[in-house]
T-cell receptor, first 111, second 114 residues
Framework: DAKTTQPDSMESTEGETVHLPCSHA???????IYWYRQVPLQGPEYVTH???QNTTNSMAFLAIASDRKSSTLILPHVSLRDAAVYHC????????????FGKGAKLTVSP | GPKVLQIPSHQIIDMGQMVTLNCDPV?????FYWYKQILGQQMEFLVN????????KSKLFKDQFSVERPDGSYFTLKIQPTALEDSAVYFC????????????FGPGTRLLVL
């Protein structure tokens, strides 16, 4: 599986807009970029995903570089509930794909 | 979002015993997954399952592990016999289709093998 690189941690303050970077220099053309987040004692929560175009939903905006070698998850106006470990994962098209979790990036949100 | 339920939330058993972890996936989903997370470590894929068959399994999916979904009810992970290193949180996930489709996770079952 192609790998992703994220910072170990990021800090923010409530109300700020947070940019979480992810590098995936060896991404294949048929791999989607998925973002999940996980808080302690809970299962991973789906945030968003994209292939080539930027995407937006109620949780976040995903900006994908034109060469697809990097992406940025943008969280507008973060709250304390957004504190979590964010995982950037590549998912290949095909049947029965698995998610390969790394360490992710721990986002800390201060009041 | 769609909800996946897991039963029980916690399980403590003696080494060598059998344990069955139950997953109630999203109702119309067809693909099912188990992941294992040891405390403080990364989550790791165990197995995925579709149409009554294991599609892919990892090295962590030992011979003592088995999965099934009898009669469209719970998707289960059975470990027989259990070992100390099986102590972990086991997460179930489901997706409508396979491939790149979004997987939705349950809250996990915390298994402690003594």
């Amino acid at each position: 599986d192609a790998k992703t690189t994220q910072p170990d941690s990021m800090e923010s303050t409530e109300g700020e807009t947070v940019h979480l970077p992810c590098s995936h220099a060896t991404i294949s053309g048929n791999e989607y970029i998925y973002w999940y987040r996980q808080v302690p004692l809970q299962g991973p929560e789906y945030v968003t995903h994209g292939l080539q175009q930027n995407t937006t939903n109620s949780m976040a905006f995903l900006a994908i570089a034109s060469d697809r070698k990097s992406s940025t998850l943008i969280l507008p106006h973060v709250s304390l509930r957004d504190a979590a470990v964010y995982h950037c994962i590549l998912m290949q098209q095909g049947t029965g794909s698995k998610l390969s979790f790394g360490k992710g990036a721990k986002l800390t949100v201060s009041p | 979002g769609p909800k996946v339920l897991q039963i029980p939330s916690h399980q403590i058993i003696d080494m060598g015993q059998m344990v069955t972890l139950n997953c109630d996936p999203v109702s119309n989903h067809l693909y099912f997954y188990w992941y294992k997370q040891i405390l403080g470590q990364q989550m790791e894929f165990l197995v995925n399952f579709y149409n009554g068959k294991v599609m892919e399994k990892s090295k962590l999916f030992k011979d003592q592990f088995s999965v099934e979904r009898p009669d469209g009810s719970y998707f289960t992970l059975k470990i027989q016999p259990t070992a100390l290193e099986d102590s972990a949180v086991y997460f179930c996930a489901s997706s409508l289709t396979g491939g790149e489709d979004t997987q939705y996770f349950g809250p996990g079952t915390r298994l402690l093998v003594l």
